[in-house]
């Protein structure tokens, strides 16, 4: 049976190729290992080796690396229709953790079931190298707000991101989103204190930009927030298929 075009998977990669019927059929079959996680307990370890891959259909993760003090940097956040754990089976050993925020559901990709879908449908393999390249450019932005931007324009770039990401797969738009993270989840992606994540989101808020309460986050001001941010969205490459 094949996938449905609404799957969070196949309207990412939609962005980059228009995806076939045979192709739809392809990553139909790279869902029919289901599996549920609970919240906190890692799908990979970092170190670990001959691990599988997942594709995230529903709720949210982290990525990270672990510190020898005991704390977190936390690279990104994962979302439906995002690949986990890909380089964790191409690398001989996994180089980063990742945890579920939320109880999760995802589909286990073995690695062999990979190639194959790759030998057989050479656009879909492009495609998940297009959603790898621009997970890429994520990391990279996130290194330039950590060394160059303020703590608001830091928190600002994120919340703007992550709302870019979850409208291309229907889950928000520019009016807000629901969101599971916690103050904590976003001074270990930030570089910033619990402490001072609070102060930052109430200056938001007070000065009429966005408010994060409740597991939601309202855009009050979008162009605002934009201009605060200086948030340029060509990095996420959402612009339409580029491949017919």
Request: with cysteine; aromatic share 6%; glycine share 8%.
């Amino acid at each position: 049976m094949a996938i449905n075009i609404s799957d969070a998977f196949a309207r990412k990669l939609g962005a980059f190729v228009a995806l076939s019927a045979t192709e739809l059929d392809v990553l139909s079959r790279l869902h029919r290992r289901r599996r549920t996680f609970v919240a906190g307990r890692d799908l990979v370890h970092q170190g670990q080796s001959e691990q599988a891959a997942y594709i995230l259909a529903s709720g949210w993760v982290c990525s990270y690396k672990s510190q020898p003090d005991g704390s977190r940097q936390i690279i990104d956040f994962q979302i439906p229709g995002d690949f986990l754990g890909l380089r964790s089976i191409l690398l001989h050993t996994s180089d980063h953790g990742i945890q579920p925020i939320v109880e999760i559901e995802a589909a286990e990709v073995r690695k062999q079931d990979l190639l194959d879908a790759f030998a057989h449908t050479p656009r879909l393999a492009t495609a998940v190298l297009w959603a790898a390249s621009r997970d890429e450019a994520m990391v990279v932005e996130h290194l330039v707000g950590l060394g160059r931007r303020s703590a608001m324009e830091r928190m600002a770039h994120m919340l703007l991101e992550l709302g870019a990401r979850l409208a291309l797969v229907g889950m928000g738009n520019k009016t807000g989103y629901d969101c599971p993270l916690t103050q904590y989840h976003l001074a270990d992606a930030l570089g910033l204190s619990a402490v001072h994540v609070n102060r930052v989101l109430r200056q938001l808020r007070e000065e009429g930009l966005v408010t994060f309460q409740g597991g939601h986050v309202a855009f009050n001001d979008y162009p605002g927030l934009v201009a605060l941010a200086e948030f340029d969205p060509t990095y996420l490459d959402q612009v339409g298929p580029l491949l017919d």
